[in-house]
């Protein structure tokens, strides 16, 4: 069973950037199909972004489309997030999960089985 923790949240101004980190332990990450949401209060757990099939396949939701780009480092066993021309509308808390299985389309929370504790992303106009 893998263990996930995100890091690299923080405030940041609109038009900055942010790599958000989630580091596995107790598992290989390429084992698990991998996404981060995200959430406001009040909302539902939100997809943002998806790697799957052993990286070979990513997803990103049409409103970080060209500003978000979600990629895997084996050797260090973790899943990325870099985050350019950020919104006030980003602002969420972020959460990396892990699927025991690949999706072949973006995946809905429901179908993560591991979470991380989430990072907060705050984005000021």
């Not at 050797?75 to 699927?99: F, H, I, R």
Request: glycine share 10%.
């Amino acid at each position: 069973q893998v263990q996930l923790v995100e890091s690299g949240g923080g405030a940041v101004q609109a038009g900055g950037s942010l790599r958000l980190s989630c580091a596995a332990s107790g598992d290989t990450i390429s084992n698990y199909g991998l996404a981060w949401f995200r959430q406001t209060p009040g909302k539902e757990r939100e997809f943002v972004a998806a790697i799957m099939f052993e990286g070979s396949r990513t997803y990103v939701t049409e409103s970080a489309s060209g500003r978000f780009i979600i990629s895997t480092d084996n050797a260090k066993n973790t899943l990325y997030l870099q985050m350019n021309n950020l919104k006030p509308e980003d602002t969420a808390v972020y959460y990396c999960a892990a699927s025991d299985s690949d999706s072949p389309r973006e995946p809905t929370w429901h179908a993560m089985d591991y979470w991380g504790i989430g990072t907060l992303v705050t984005v000021s106009s």
